[in-house]
């Protein structure tokens, strides 16, 4: 999941605004979506897609319907990134722990 | 939610295994160091008790585990004891999914309340996506991006 497509996906206002309309009322259908929305369905599944891509949303069929629902990790990801910068934890116990994890794990 | 549920979905991919991962989510030397110092008490048997321990002690939510399927999906009951305005929102449920992806795995984790408008997810032990950022980094290169739980 690259930080990239997180920022590409959060620099068009209009996929702003849906992410602002999930934050207001989680788990809404394409069609509450585009309510109040001058654009067509097609436009806004384009978006939802752009969002998705990033793991902005996460969709999920209930019944017949399918949901979308914010996902604030990635936001988080990011700010943890730079946060983590000034706050570096140095913890014996997790130098041991990357160690072993990393055997046998491809990291870049 | 027309239904009264509040629903949250959290989604992240981690590089690591199905097992490491269920393992960081299950075994309290691994969650003391992403989750704040918080252990989860439990046996991980279906219909056994579980508690969140943080600490000093204080224990602040608890439940049963519904479902238990390592290393692919765990589901809790979950009753909130601390904050009575988040208490009276009632019996959540928790689902934690692991599906292994292309060298990482996708957690998911579905979190719903039957209350409309719920605060509970957000406000527990600092927050769904703060934990799982701190999960991710922890496993990913070995260190938490925060130490501590940040105030608020």
């Not at chain 2, 204080?58 to 692919?72: F, I, K, N, Q």
Request: aromatic share 6%.
């Amino acid at each position: 999941m690259s930080m990239d497509a997180v920022f590409r996906a959060l620099a068009d206002p209009v996929r702003r605004r849906l992410l602002d309309r999930l934050h207001a009322r989680n788990g809404q259908t394409l069609g509450e979506l585009c309510e109040g929305l001058d654009m067509t369905r097609q436009a806004v599944t384009k978006h939802l897609a752009v969002l998705e891509a990033a793991n902005l949303v996460v969709s999920q069929k209930r019944g017949r319907e399918k949901l979308h629902f914010i996902n604030p990790v990635p936001i988080n990801d990011i700010a943890g990134r730079w946060i983590g910068k000034f706050d570096a934890p140095r913890l014996a116990a997790l130098a041991e722990l990357k160690r072993k994890l990393e055997e046998g794990n491809g990291h870049d | 939610m027309t239904d009264g549920i509040s629903r949250f979905v959290y989604v992240t991919y981690i590089r690591t295994t199905p097992e490491e991962l269920w393992a960081a989510l299950t075994q309290p030397e691994f969650t003391k160091q992403y989750w704040f110092g918080v252990t989860l008490e439990t046996d991980w048997k279906a219909g056994s008790p579980w508690k969140m321990v943080l600490p000093d002690g204080l224990v602040t939510d608890e439940g049963e585990v519904a479902e238990c399927d390592p290393p692919r999906r765990l589901a809790l009951r979950w009753r909130h004891l601390w904050r009575p305005e988040l208490a009276a929102e009632g019996e959540a449920f928790c689902v934690i999914e692991l599906e292994p992806l292309e060298g990482a795995v996708k957690l998911t984790i579905n979190h719903s309340i039957p209350h409309p408008g719920a605060k509970l997810i957000e406000a527990v032990g600092g927050g769904w996506p703060r934990i799982l950022s701190n999960l991710k980094s922890l496993l990913e290169t070995g260190q938490v991006v925060l130490k501590s739980k940040p105030a608020g």
